[in-house]
Nanobody, 123 residues
Framework: QVQLVESGGGLVQAGGSLSVSCTAS????????MAWFRQAPGEEREFVAG????????NYANSVKGRFTISRDNARYTTYLHMNSLKPEDTAVYYC????????????????WGQGTQVTVSP
């Protein structure tokens, strides 16, 4: 069992930067690939970035590649998403997830989810 709690997020102007964090409880955290998804109003939840449980291999959606960076600190049971050059279309609720494969980004594969944190980018 893994419980996930996101923090960070908020309101930022276009072109700005923001970071969100996801802290896990449960010793099994280090055995899971982790990922960030997002969901805008009226839209389906979409993959943003994933990171492997070992080796730090990463995968990004094309829409965020070069702007977002996912990382993890297994000693702190925490996964991070650093977001640069933010655009209004990045506005969404951001969720961290565990239990899927970082390189597939399939929302249906992920077993554990956080409650989400709002990121709003103003024009």
């Amino acid at each position: 069992q893994v419980q996930l709690v996101e923090s960070g997020g908020g309101l930022v102007q276009a072109g700005g930067s923001l970071s969100v964090s996801c802290t896990a409880s449960g010793r099994a955290f280090t055995a899971y690939d982790m990922a960030w998804f997002r969901q805008a109003p009226g839209e389906e939840r979409e993959f943003v970035a994933g990171i492997s449980w070992i080796g730090g291999r990463t995968n990004y959606a094309n829409s965020v590649k070069g702007r977002f960076t996912i990382s993890r600190d297994n000693a702190r049971y925490t996964t991070y998403l650093h977001m640069n050059s933010l655009k209004p279309e990045d506005t969404a609720v951001y969720y961290c997830a565990a239990g899927g494969r970082y390189n597939r980004g399939n929302v249906h594969e992920y077993e554990y989810w956080g409650q989400g944190t709002q990121v709003t980018v103003s024009p």
